[in-house]
């Protein structure tokens, strides 16, 4: 069973600069989350939606952060323009019941 | 509101003695309760969950958990630990299937040899 793709793998950009994350979930899993997880910390998720439709997205920074997931499937997580304090992995998850499972994250360095 | 409070931020023991990393939580409903590990440089893995059967939870590399609501805890234990138990440990709380998953700060473990 191939896992949650996650890509780029590593991401290096300047402050103020955009950038765009891109998961592809399980085949079949309903529902993705975008977390991010600084460093020492634990994941917090930013959003959280059921195919195409957000379930939950308060702690998600809508002045610079947006997430869309067309059709229900491959999801895109964006930041314009971002912070030095945007450093950290996004990690996307899916599951269709319980369990989730995790992609290997893209690890994001502003400068 | 659900919370997740890990009580250590990091544990150390040594190889072959018990391993206790502690969770308490809170949720107005009975909620299901998971534990993630996390080794360096690698994805999250389940270690094992809770959904309301029996309390005491078995799960992957010898861990278990137990579900006590009387005090809102859910502690990790291992009989006795190995080193490549060294990693980060995430205790996890979401209320139904479809509601948001809520990790703790986590605790990082070590193992002395």
């Known amino acids: 069973e191939a896992g949650v793709a996650q890509s780029p793998r590593y991401k290096i950009i300047e402050k103020r600069q955009s950038v765009a994350f891109w998961c592809n979930p399980i085949?079949?899993?309903?529902?993705l989350y975008w977390y991010q997880q600084i460093l020492g910390q634990g994941p917090k998720l930013l959003i959280q939606?059921?195919?195409?439709?957000?379930?939950?997205d308060s702690q998600l920074p809508k002045d610079r952060f947006s997430a869309e997931r067309l059709k229900g499937v491959d999801s895109t997580l964006k930041i314009q323009p971002a912070k030095l304090e945007d450093s950290a992995v996004y990690l996307c998850?899916?599951?269709?019941?319980?369990?989730?499972?995790f992609g290997s994250g893209t690890q994001l360095s502003v400068l | 509101a659900q919370s997740v409070t890990q009580l250590d931020s990091h544990v150390s023991v040594s190889e072959g003695t018990p391993v206790l990393l502690r969770c308490n939580y809170s949720?107005?409903?009975?909620?299901?309760l998971f534990w993630y590990v996390q080794h360096p440089n690698k994805g999250l893995q389940l270690l094992l969950k809770?959904?309301?059967?029996?309390?005491l939870v078995k799960g992957i590399n010898g861990f278990e958990a137990e579900f006590k609501k009387s005090e809102t805890s859910f502690h990790l234990t291992k009989p006795s630990a190995h080193m490549s138990d060294a990693a980060e440990y995430f205790c996890?709380?979401?209320?139904?299937?479809?509601?948001?998953?809520?990790f703790g700060p986590g605790t990082s473990l070590s193992v002395i040899p």
């Open positions: 085949s079949g899993h309903a529902t």
């Open positions: 939606f059921q195919n195409n439709g957000v379930v939950d």
């Open positions: 998850a899916s599951s269709l019941h319980e369990k989730l499972f």
């Open positions: 809770y959904t309301s059967a029996a309390t």
């Open positions: 949720s107005s409903y009975s909620p299901s």
């Open positions: 996890v709380v979401r209320k139904t299937s479809y509601d948001k998953v809520i």
